[in-house]
């Protein structure tokens, strides 16, 4: 049963939205796209161990796809956790292409690609990390120790993996996205013994959902972008044309003449995600190029989830969930 599921992560819609709102020419976008490029190679590997994880019975297991927990005072964050109750497993979803080499005597991942060698840090101290965190969350909270087992999947079926002869036992735990679901039934096999009682697994489950916590650090920061390097108003939906304009209670484009009444939501989205989850009705009217305060008034009471305060100063709370 999948219990959490797989969204798009909120740093990739943080990224489209800030590449939405530079001038085209900005010095950084460049460095903004690679990093978009790479974060959604990695949501599309792990995205694609879904489908081996339909063979697995749901009756006999919990998923739950990146979860993130706090540690001391810190965070950990897992692709896939698998709940029974006989065991734990941890999956690490690379999604890397070409050669790779699993060099034990560095610690490091090296792709062979197109001639060219690259380094990436080694996925196999990345699962003993986050079985000794998981180990240390469950003894944290008093609940029994279970067996923990992990594993490393490589979701693109072309990539080639290497493995030194004398560490020749982590083709125990690396393997491609294909033989996944047939790994779990070989480990599912080693753990006859239950643990845990299905009232004490579902409380564990609570207690995951519950202290989970999505990174949600300034994409600005991030990029050492000013807020008034970004572009102001209402994008059209149709041509990407800033700014549309507000008329006769819908919004529209100069450029391509589209209109639509509900324009405002994906460019409110915008501001909570590069600027702030919270907006006044002046802050309001300056990003969507608005002079009414009645008709801004309206935007953002059909759009927030709450608000607080009254007249001017009220601040009302932008949530959107994709």
């Not at 003993?128 to 965190?133: A, I, P, S, T, V």
């Not at 490589?154 to 493995?163: C, D, E, K």
């Not at 600005?220 to 000013?226: A, C, M, P, V």
């Amino acid at each position: 049963m999948i219990v959490k599921t797989r969204s798009v992560p909120l740093s990739i819609q943080k990224l489209q939205a800030l590449l939405r709102r530079l001038p085209k020419n900005h010095q950084k976008i460049p460095i903004i796209q690679e990093d978009l490029a790479k974060k959604m190679a990695g949501y599309r590997g792990e995205y694609s161990i879904d489908y081996p994880l339909s063979f697995v019975p749901s009756k006999d297991y919990s998923i739950l796809h990146d979860i993130r927990l706090p540690f001391k005072e810190y965070f950990f964050q897992i692709d896939t956790l698998i709940l029974s109750q006989r065991f734990i497993l941890i999956l690490e979803v690379k999604n890397i292409a070409g050669k790779l080499y699993f060099d034990q005597d560095f610690h490091q991942l090296i792709r062979t690609l197109d001639g060219k060698e690259e380094g990436f840090p080694d996925p196999i101290l990345q699962i003993r990390r986050h079985e000794f965190q998981m180990k240390a969350w469950l003894e944290k909270h008093k609940f029994p120790e279970l067996p923990m087992e992990s594993l490393v999947v490589i979701s693109n079926p072309y990539s080639q993996i290497q493995i030194s002869p004398e560490h020749k036992h982590l083709h125990k735990i690396i393997l491609h996205r294909e033989a996944l679901s047939s790994k779990i039934s070989k480990i599912d096999h080693l753990h006859k013994k239950e643990i845990l009682t299905e009232k004490l697994l579902k409380k564990i489950i609570r207690l995951l959902m519950k202290q989970h916590r999505e990174s949600n650090s300034s994409i600005l920061d991030q990029f050492h972008i000013k807020r008034h390097e970004l572009q102001k108003g209402v994008q059209c939906m149709d041509c990407n044309h800033l700014a549309m304009q507000r008329k006769h209670g819908s919004w529209f484009c100069p450029n391509c003449y589209y209109k639509c009444k509900n324009a405002h939501i994906e460019a409110l989205k915008d501001y909570c995600y590069l600027i702030n989850s919270t907006i006044t009705n002046q802050e309001a009217r300056d990003f969507l190029l608005l002079s009414s305060l009645d008709v801004t008034t309206r935007i953002l009471r059909s759009t927030a989830t709450k608000f607080d305060g009254v007249y001017k100063s009220t601040l009302y709370h932008l949530t959107f969930e994709e």
